[in-house]
């Protein structure tokens, strides 16, 4: 009997050092950008005065990370942390755009 809950312990202890079955979420939600005003910015931070890393377009994908608060745009301050991909599938990068520029399915976390 000893011998099972030691195994049983060790099991739960395993899964629970990968992050099965402790009650964390992660971040799942893909997307992609709405270019109704050519490529959206891909910032290094939450406001159009940090680095612009690039731009994202209607043919990438986005990974969203988490979202947080940030410069209003066009009446939204809220601004996604996501990981950015080409058109080819390559990662480009992190970064963070205006939300009201993104689509995507799934729940993102805040950050």
Not at 16 to 34: H, L, R, S
Not at 64 to 85: A, E, R, S, V
Request: charged share 15%; glycine share 14%; aromatic share 12%.
């Amino acid at each position: 009997m000893r011998r099972m809950a030691t195994a049983v312990a060790t099991a739960m202890l395993s899964l629970a050092a990968v992050g099965i079955g402790n009650g964390t979420a992660q971040a799942d939600a893909w997307g992609g950008y709405d270019t109704r005003d050519g490529g959206v910015g891909l910032r290094s931070c939450a406001t159009q005065s940090c680095t612009l890393k690039g731009r994202g377009y209607a043919d990438q994908k986005a990974n969203m990370l988490c979202w947080g608060f940030g410069q209003t745009i066009n009446g939204d301050p809220k601004w996604n942390h996501l990981d950015h991909y080409l058109a080819d599938g390559s990662y480009f990068g992190d970064a963070y755009s205006a939300q009201n520029y993104l689509w995507w399915n799934g729940v993102v976390p805040p950050c």
